[in-house]
Every structure is written in structure tokens, then in C-alpha cells.
């Protein structure tokens, strides 16, 4: 097993812990509409390739905390190889990314990872935000080893 290889999979044993410990479920692209569609508060977390964004790591560990503090929002994971293929549908310029969405309605994305204070007061804010257009982002190009801003 290669490099990228063990990273995988160390990747994929964190989402099954964060599905597991925390109950956030990893969700299919063509779930995910109508899932957000029946959540009142959803943050979607997009992970994509974590040897290509690995603040992916960081995003996954403090998610479970930044739901926690923010009562009445619910949570799930997009499934990794869907993230880059599905990004430019939901704005997201850069991976990873935490896009939330009211009853599917898009309220907004939180891209990357920032200082704990920040992204708590930007991601309260995103939850409360009133709905808006999805912006037009960086069209990805995705393989099935990488994906890239095009």
C-alpha cells in the first residue's frame, strides 16, 4: 500500500468514526438534495481527496464541536469522491468546505479552515442567514486520484 493509499484509508476509518460516534451520516450526491430538502438547518461537510485538501482532517475533527455549539442544526458528510464532482452545483471554490442549507435553500459556505473563534461566528451566522442564489464558483475538474480548480 502506497502513501496515498494509507491516507485513504485512514480518511475513510475517521468518516466511519464521525459516523459512528458522532452520527454524521456519509450521504450519496443524489441523497443529498432530498435530505437537505427535509432538514430545517443542514451544514453539508465537502471533503474531496485528503492528500489534495488536507485541512479536510481539521474540518472533520472540529465538526462534531462547532454542531454542538450551534443547537438545532444537523450534520452529514458528502461522500469524498462526490465532493469535487458536486462542488460548483453548491458555490464551493475550495475544499473543504461546510455548505449550509435550509430545507435545501442555500444560506451559505465556509471554505478551508480558520481559527476556532472565526468559524464558530461564521457558521452561527450562515445558519441564521436568510436564503440566497448559490454563487458561481470555480468549475472543478475531477479524476479519480485528484481533483482541481480549473
Known sequence: MN????????????LERLEREAGLPRVMGLELEARAAATPVLAVLFTGDPT???????????????LALCGGVAGCV???????????AYGVGKLPALVVLRHGEY???LEGMRDWQPFVDDFRRLTVAAPR??????????????????
Do not use: K
Open 52 to 66: 489534495q485538501s488536507p485541512e479536510s482532517w481539521d474540518v472533520c475533527v472540529v465538526l462534531p464541536e462547532l
Open 3 to 14: 502513501y496515498q493509499q494509507q491516507r485513504a484509508a485512514a480518511f475513510h476509518g475517521l
Open 78 to 88: 458528502l461522500n469524498p469522491a462526490e465532493s469535487a464532482l458536486m462542488a460548483s
Open 133 to 150: 442564489p448559490i454563487p458561481v464558483a470555480g468549475i472543478y475538474t475531477a479524476t479519480p486520484d485528484r481533483a482541481r480548480l480549473a
Open 107 to 109: 444560506l451559505g459556505v
